[in-house]
T-cell receptor, first 112, second 112 residues
Framework: GAGVSQSPRYKVTKRGQDVALRCDPI?????LYWYRQALGQGPEFLTY????????KSGLPNDRFSAERPEGSISTLTIQRTEQRDSAMYRC??????????FGQGTRLTVV | TQLLEQSPQFLSIQEGENLTVYCNSS?????LQWYRQEPGEGPVLLVT?????EVKKLKRLTFQFGDARKDSSLHITAAQPGDTGLYLC????????????FGTGTRLQVTL
């Protein structure tokens, strides 16, 4: 596609439910990143992939968070047993070189 | 943990004025990017600098990477209302291909 596509754009879920956030990167981009962004602040790194391999997951807050990119393209960030503190904007980015990042519009997650 | 401090945090100026935003760290980066983000959108890449002392110009925007690759600046000449937004610097740590660390952000408002 023309840009990084994320779905859903908005997700409201009840505390304790699992959620899956999807990212469709720019075609051909090798690297895919997940970030979390609080209002008015810069994105905070969660994890990234080169092709299908997860290279670094040091930014994932705890073991309720996981991510996969099984075929080296679309990626899913899953949050199990959601808590109110998980509410945030989750952003995906992709890169052809691993340096420049192109961001999607994000998924606004609200846990009630 | 590598931190990027941006200053100022907020800047409100009138159209036609010049301004400089600073991005500072105690860590060395292999490259540094500048992004602009508008409300409701993802960060948009403006420039990448990779060499110490490098200067890049993008119309009225001038970006400089410090000689030691620990800091950077963004200078805007004759600011326009369209320059309004959140400006973010982001550094890629030396020795790694990815995992950007974002700065604290500078919110710029340009009024008529």
């Amino acid at each position: 596609g023309a840009g990084v596509s994320q779905s859903p754009r908005y997700k409201v879920t009840k505390r304790g439910q699992d959620v899956a956030l999807r990212c469709d990167p720019i075609s051909g981009h090798v690297s895919l990143y997940w970030y979390r962004q609080a209002l008015g602040q810069g994105p905070e790194f969660l994890t990234y992939f080169n092709y299908e391999a997860q290279q670094d997951k040091s930014g994932l807050p705890n073991d309720r968070f996981s991510a996969e990119r099984p075929e080296g393209s679309i990626s899913t960030l899953t949050i199990q047993r959601t808590e109110q503190r998980d509410s945030a904007m989750y952003r995906c980015a992709s890169s052809p070189t691993g340096v420049d990042a192109f961001f999607g519009q994000g998924t606004r997650l609200t846990v009630v | 943990t590598q931190l990027l401090e941006q200053s100022p945090q907020f800047l409100s100026i009138q159209e036609g004025e010049n301004l400089t935003v600073y991005c500072n760290s105690s860590s060395v980066f292999s490259s540094l990017q500048w992004y602009r983000q508008e409300p409701g959108e993802g960060p948009v890449l403006l420039v990448t600098v990779v060499t110490g002392g490098e200067v890049k110009k993008l119309k009225r925007l001038t970006f400089q990477f410090g000689d030691a690759r620990k800091d950077s600046s963004l200078h805007i000449t004759a600011a326009q209302p369209g320059d309004t937004g959140l400006y973010l610097c982001a550094g890629a740590p030396t020795g790694t291909a990815s995992k950007l660390t974002f700065g604290t952000g500078t919110r710029l408002q340009v009024t008529l």
